[in-house]
């Protein structure tokens, strides 16, 4: 899956270089930029919502301290988290952009709360634990294991969970011959960090589906010529 003669493009929490990241703003510069997709990070709050937040606590990327866990949707709320923004739920950041999505499980209980997501959605997690949990409880939506290590575990890791997408990071072990393999099993493949315009090559040269990237709007810059 392509968009025109290029890997898709992901944006990375956002457009995360240019607005704050896993903000409404942040997913909208993305669309603006020509992001196919954007990519963000779901836990939930003391009272049971599911709220866009990358790390465990609000400390980097808000005015605030403390854990998420720990924090109501309303003490959420409350907070900075960038230029005005505040930390959305679930449902605002997919209402904000109507592209693919890519929402990567933080924290397990996620799986729990989350009743259902869109067709263009895929839910992803480093641990095949959590994508084993969201087969059972979510089975009509696309799953995607993250590895900062490709091979052939990863592979073989990602049929047995019934995954539609391996997203494996760079190392010299993501060859074009396993990128093929993941393709006869039925899985795409979207790699990270698109980071420059060497990797973006690099990327086009392996044959993946997708890129994630924290530029999305330097991608077809990268391209050219």
Request: aromatic share 4%; net charge negative.
């Amino acid at each position: 899956m392509t968009a025109g003669n290029r890997p898709l493009v992901y944006g990375h929490r956002g457009a995360r270089t240019e607005e704050p990241e896993n903000t409404l703003r942040s997913f909208r510069r993305a669309a603006a930029l020509g992001a196919d997709g954007i990519e963000l990070d779901v836990r939930v709050s003391a009272d049971g919502h599911l709220v866009v937040v990358h790390d465990a606590t609000v400390d980097r990327t808000t005015d605030g301290e403390g854990e998420v866990a720990a924090l109501t949707l309303a003490q959420l709320r409350s907070l900075d988290a960038g230029s005005g923004e505040r930390i959305p739920t679930l449902d605002e950041a997919l209402a904000s952009f109507d592209g693919l999505v890519q929402v990567e499980i933080k924290a397990p209980e996620a799986v729990r709360v989350i009743r259902d997501l869109p067709d263009r959605a895929v839910l992803t997690s480093f641990h095949p634990d959590v994508l084993e949990d969201a087969a059972r409880r979510l089975p009509g939506v696309a799953r995607g294991l993250i590895t900062h290590d490709p091979g052939e575990a990863m592979l073989r890791t990602a049929k047995d969970l019934g995954a539609t997408w391996v997203c494996p990071a760079h190392t010299d072990a993501l060859t074009a011959d396993l990128v093929e393999r993941c393709h006869a099993a039925g899985l795409r493949v979207d790699s990270w960090p698109a980071a420059d315009r060497q990797l973006m090559r690099r990327f086009v040269e392996l044959g993946v589906d997708a890129v994630t990237t924290d530029h999305p709007g330097l991608i077809d810059g990268w391209l050219e010529g």
